[in-house]
């Protein structure tokens, strides 16, 4: 824990639309009346039909939770329509392409063009309101028309990140049986194609055999790269779009309509398909991406995320186009061609609040100072982080010498299942530590309880409980409301339970510590544990399987995977490097593991629980203090681990 304290900057604080006076007073009413804060703040956007109730909320029970629920919008027009009339000739987004050649700008009018358009196609082929569409696509501006497009016609649109492999794809199909795909010939990543046809052509074979048919594939052309085709399946882009109006009416939504799903990863089972909705979740996203960049009106603003996260979706897409912001959408990687592309688009497009990830801060640092100062920056403001806990010696690189002491770092706690940013500083109002997410947005009421789900008060280290909801909350798992009322609602009566540890200081400055379940957080990639061991017992030598996560330099975490092999067979390095294309063949590349060590056995309980503790000390080659192993069934497994640890330092 980091003890420095850094004061409110002066030019941000002159600047700022929130001050320190400010955010505490706003902060107040919103816990004291979010009825009234809410009822206030949910103007922000247009509604055909004005709400009258506002919070309609229970953490208890079956769990219920709804937001303006008699307000009827539409998310696309939102970000859209509205801000045709002053902002029509606005750059909405930016493209920055893999190649730096590669570049384009989008009007709003132009985006509201190409959005009908593609409506229209959806319509065309039979996509209706409350339809699943899955979007499985590069960062390439279609990916964001797709979005908006479904938010346009009540469609409920579930992104599958692009780096996830047939298997993954088709598992999401198959869950929210969805069978519309959107997808495009190829990707192309650091001057690499990414075959996401083939992929997709794949995944609708194996989700066929789970039992959903998928009717139509809209395909992009991209690279222009050789794909198979099926005439009475495929559909291009390109043509379908040409054949149908620029205009297309938005469909009436409730606030409550369902506007995505999007896949994440928890402590056991398959991926959960978090469900957002409409109203609540633009209110907040736009809210929250006001206020903590500080956006102010004719800003560059730039996310690096892929609209595959829920930071594409929320800090890409809806929140900024809300805003009527310039949002800049970047296909590439940060080091190619080389190490200071992040930079020189940062100069090249003039931005000035750029958002990224610790995992990307971490190894740009490795590369050396000459990549960063070798571009201006001058136009760069305001910096964010998001994803993973961020080091406070990779807080300071970012602080001094990306945005050279003048840009206010804020450090965004969320997740998936928020809709936006819970934890944050405010550019203009929050004093900044190195480390600390620091203090909670409006309306949010963080606690920490400790396992017995007592409530800890003042400077404490606990679970990160979050104890009454804000409009931006997910709604349900979908198809599962019993899942959601488990996984976050049951582990602490009455509280929604966020999966990370956590600190709080004597300034009431929030620290998270990391998950403290199942959960592996890889280059700000979450994943679960089991999903990584479901697919090593899926290989045929492989018997049984525990995953940890270690730490890593770069990655923040890495995979550590205990492997036992079936009887006869015997480990080898050939092996592992099997394992490895099975689990990347299995997920994705983001699973792949770092270090696989074969071990005979896994130290069980009596009653076969395996103690990951134990597991976890020996990855990071602390076998020094395993604690107590009085209660494993055969305490001799532990010296053999010992013994052929993968991760001697
Ligand atoms: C937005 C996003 C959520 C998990 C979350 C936590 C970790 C995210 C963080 C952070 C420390 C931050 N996390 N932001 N930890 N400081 N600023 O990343 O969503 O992919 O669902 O991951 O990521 O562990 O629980 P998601």
Redo the contacts with the bound molecule.
Sequence with gaps: MSAKTYPVLKDAKKRALIDTATYQKWYKQSVADPEAFWGEHGKRIDWFTPYTKVKNTSFEGKVSIKWFEDGVTNVSTNCIDRHLEKRGDQVAIIWEGDNPYDDKKITYRELYEHVCRLANVLKANGVKKGDRVTIYMPMIPEAAYAMLACARIGAVHSIVFGGFSPDALAGRIVDCSSTFVITADEGLRGGKPIPLKANTDRAIEIAKRGGVDVKSVLVVRRTGGKVNWFAERDIWYHQAVTGVKADCPAAKMKAEDPLFILY?SGSTGKPKGVLHTTGGYLVYASMTHQYVFDYHDGDIYWCTADVG???GHSYIVYGPLANGATTLMFEGVPTYPDAGRLWDVVDKHQVNIFYTAPTAIRALMGQGDQFVTRASRKSLRTLG??????NPEAWEWYYHIVGEDRCPVV???????TGGILISPLPGATALKPGS?TLPFFGVQPQLVDNEGNVLEGAADGNLCITDSWPGQMRTVYGDHERFIQTYFATYKGKYF???GCRRDKDGYYW?T??VDDVL?VS???MGTAEVESALVSHDSVAEAAVVGYPHDIKGQGIYCYVTLMAGETGSDELRKELVTHVRKEIGAIAAPDKIQFSPGLPKTRSGKIMRRILRKIAEDDFGALGDTSTLADPAVVDDLIANRQNKK
Excluded: K
């Design positions: 994440t996260w829920v930071t982080s998001v994803g993973e806990p961020i450090d965004t706690w969320w997740q998936t299942e997410a966020t999966g990370d998270i990391g998950r957080n700000g990639h979450r």
